[in-house]
């Protein structure tokens, strides 16, 4: 009974549990299981030109370990999309606008080491 128990929970944790996830609305809210069978290897965000969040989803993009972005210009129109590989790696606390953030939270930390150290 035991071995039963523990063939089906292997089945549902490498057949389910270990698939790419990724967030699937503008706002980041829901997310979806990529299926890897039809080639999603991938997360998107797709920005617009002035910026906003315009999609997020699953992407064909091979798979990569770090956060990589590209503009794509057709004519007029210019949009961002940005790519990355792990679970639940496409967010709505965006990586572009994290950037200004890091030189500040550089700063508190050293503040704080100095008051506490």
């Known amino acids: 009974m035991k071995l039963l128990f523990l063939v089906i929970m292997s089945h549902f944790v490498f057949k389910k549990g270990l698939c790419l996830k990724c967030y699937s609305d503008v ?5 979806t299981q990529c299926e890897e069978k039809k080639g999603f290897r991938t997360c998107f965000i797709k920005y617009n030109i ?3 969040v315009t999609g997020r989803g699953c992407s064909t993009k091979d798979k990569i370990f770090h956060v990589e972005c590209e503009n794509h210009v057709m004519g007029q129109l ?9 679970y639940l790696c496409n967010p709505a606390v965006c990586w572009r606008s994290a950037g200004p953030l890091i030189p500040l939270l550089l700063l508190l930390t050293g503040l704080i080491a ?4």
């Open 78 to 86: 210019s949009e961002k999309f940005c790519y990355c590989s792990h």
């Open 50 to 52: 002035v910026g906003e």
């Open 27 to 31: 706002l980041g809210r829901h997310w």
């Open 114 to 117: 100095r008051i506490f150290g």
